[in-house]
């Protein structure tokens, strides 16, 4: 099975103290695995780095084989990512919930007929049609996480990031984003504090500290 993802020794440092040192991690093709790990450890700190919207400290990044160096590498490698961040608010940039899935489709050049329909297919897909007129600002929690990862999945990316995925969510909107995350047909990586919540969804679970990632054994 092909590999994904391939973090080799990737360290960062906060104020000259190492938040985490030398993380090795491979994530195979259509892997989905969970980071757990209590707030302030640097699980979201690891998907920018993952992502190059930070900088490691040292180490090597590879995505589907190919080192990740230069912020052109990091530019070509994000065609090929989905970041779902932890707040909604901070991915909704447009206010009508169409428009704002459409946004991403339009950066990456589709044209106008292409990306209505790649929008309603998505929106039929996720079961939000109820959304799809109304105002992004006005919607539940977990409405606005619905629509965000419906930004991301409409430009179909090969890895999904996931942060914190079922945090500030009810049960029935936790249930949904983890159905929907559970069926994707694709490479997926979550960070989480929600144990319960990840155990439902992937196949493996690491704990994040310091010293590395360490796999979670005996999780019934």
Known sequence: MSCSLKLTNISYKINDE???????????HKDKIAIIG????????????????????????????EKIVTEKDFE????????????P???LILPNVKDDI???????GFVKNTIQQKVENMINKLQINHLSNKITFKL??????????????VCEPDILLLDEP??????????RIGEIIKELDKTVLIV???????KQITSKIYHLTQSGLHEVKNLK
């Open 89 to 91: 608010d901070d991915q």
């Open 76 to 87: 070509r490698a994000r065609k090929k990512i989905g970041f779902l961040f932890q707040n």
């Open 140 to 153: 539940s929690g977990g409405e606005k996480k619905l629509v965000a990862l419906a930004g991301i999945l």
């Open 102 to 108: 459409a946004f991403g489709l339009f950066n990456l």
């Open 192 to 198: 989480s504090h929600n144990l319960e919540f990840v």
């Open 18 to 28: 190492y938040l985490f040192e030398n993380i090795n991690f491979h994530l195979k």
């Open 166 to 175: 079922s945090a500030g969510l009810d049960n029935k909107s936790m249930e």
């Open 38 to 65: 209590p707030n302030g450890v640097g699980k979201t700190t690891l998907l920018k780095i993952i992502s190059g919207l930070k900088k490691a400290e040292s180490g090597e990044i590879e995505i589907f084989h």
